[in-house]
């Protein structure tokens, strides 16, 4: 893809963007109800863990599209 096309693309992605985000502002929510839930107590209890199956970690190195040794190669995805 061109550099001009590039750069057309970008500039029509932020007015599009900036569009959806303006409607987005617009929109009510029914009531000012708070979206976190506050408990009491955990639901989770440290130290109840299940032990892994032994073949767990041989069936991770298996998938995994890359690896080194005893460890897992991954690529963090930048946006």
């Known amino acids: 893809m061109e550099q001009k096309d590039v750069k057309k ?3 029509e992605t932020k007015k599009l963007l900036d569009k959806f985000s303006k409607a987005l502002a ?17 639901r989770r209890k440290d130290g109840e863990g299940k032990a892994c199956d032994d073949t767990f970690r041989e069936i991770m190195f298996e998938n995994a599209p890359q690896k080194d040794k005893s460890f897992i190669i991954a690529e963090k995805k930048t946006w």
């Open 9 to 11: 693309l970008e500039e």
């Open 26 to 42: 617009s929109v009510k929510s029914e009531g000012n109800e708070e979206w976190n839930v506050v408990r009491d107590s955990d």
